[in-house]
């Protein structure tokens, strides 16, 4: 069975740091992309940060670049995403899912991806 678990959301003042996390089954964890998206209240999914099975970043949205570290523990199937120096647009319930497309780690669309987990609330005050 496919599961994805995200931890770690909250709110933050703008400027501080959140680290989310995504627990992983195993099966999925060693074939798949990983990717973070996010969708704020009125807007459609997006995608924030990839990560290929290797354990090469492969992707992240020009809003989050320089702000924003994917990264993978292989001893715990765990996806993470660092997140600094916050904004207030970044407020958004944020997903983690899996994707076995070609594509789905280079150009992170809803669609490449099959498995989701149920999201984090990240909320950030100005």
């Known amino acids: 069975q496919v599961q994805l678990a995200e931890s770690g959301g909250g709110s933050v003042m703008a400027g501080g740091s959140l680290r989310l996390s995504c627990v992983v089954s195993e099966n999925t964890y060693t074939s798949n992309c990983i990717g973070w998206f996010r969708q704020a209240p009125g807007k459609e999914r997006e995608g924030v940060a990839t990560i290929y099975p290797a354990g090469f970043r492969g992707y992240y949205a020009d809003s989050v670049k320089g702000r924003f570290t994917i990264s993978r523990d292989n001893a715990k199937r765990t996806v993470s995403l660092q997140m600094d120096s916050l904004k207030p647009e970044d407020t958004a319930m944020y997903y983690c899912?899996?994707?076995?497309?070609?594509?789905?780690?280079?150009?992170?669309?809803?669609?490449?991806?099959?498995?989701w987990g149920q999201g984090t609330q990240v909320t950030v005050s100005s």
């Open positions: 899912a899996a994707g076995r497309s070609a594509l789905s780690c280079s150009a992170p669309l809803v669609g490449r991806f099959d498995y």
